[in-house]
């Protein structure tokens, strides 16, 4: 959010520009019309491109996902496993409900 709320303040007079008085302080209000500026960013643009790619290399099946997120594919994995391995622990007594 914080990068939400940089990009607001550096581009207010077109944010709030046709936001009601009484709605200015509504902090989804002001992000939903900061969006519908950033959808027409050439950045934002990009962005679709590559995601239509990228579902169309998951739905015919040639994307490469062995460098997607290293870090975030990482911090998965091992939040994966260590559920795993408590739910492992307690399995004796929930017997099937946890999965």
Same mark, same amino acid.
């Given at each position: 959010?914080?990068? *939400? ?6 581009? @207010? ?7 009601? !008085? !009484?709605? $200015? #302080? #509504? =902090?989804? *209000? *002001?992000?939903?019309? +900061?969006?519908?500026?950033? $959808? ?5 643009? @990009?962005?679709? &491109? $590559? ?5 169309? +290399? &998951?739905? !015919?099946?040639?994307?490469?996902? %062995? /460098?997607?997120?290293?870090?975030? %594919?990482?911090?998965?994995?091992? &939040?994966?496993? +260590?559920?795993?391995?408590?739910? #492992? %622990?307690?399995? /004796? =007594?929930? $017997? !099937? %409900?946890?999965?």
């Amino acid at each position: 959010m914080p990068i *939400v709320f940089q990009w607001i303040e550096e581009h @207010k007079a077109e944010v709030y520009a046709h936001i009601p !008085d !009484d709605l $200015k #302080d #509504d =902090v989804g *209000v *002001v992000t939903a019309a +900061a969006f519908e500026l950033v $959808k027409h960013l050439g950045a934002y643009q @990009k962005g679709i &491109v $590559k995601y239509e790619e990228y579902q169309r +290399a &998951v739905k !015919d099946g040639t994307l490469d996902t %062995t /460098n997607l997120n290293p870090v975030w %594919t990482s911090i998965a994995k091992g &939040v994966r496993e +260590a559920t795993d391995e408590i739910f #492992d %622990t307690h399995k /004796n =007594v929930l $017997k !099937d %409900t946890i999965r």
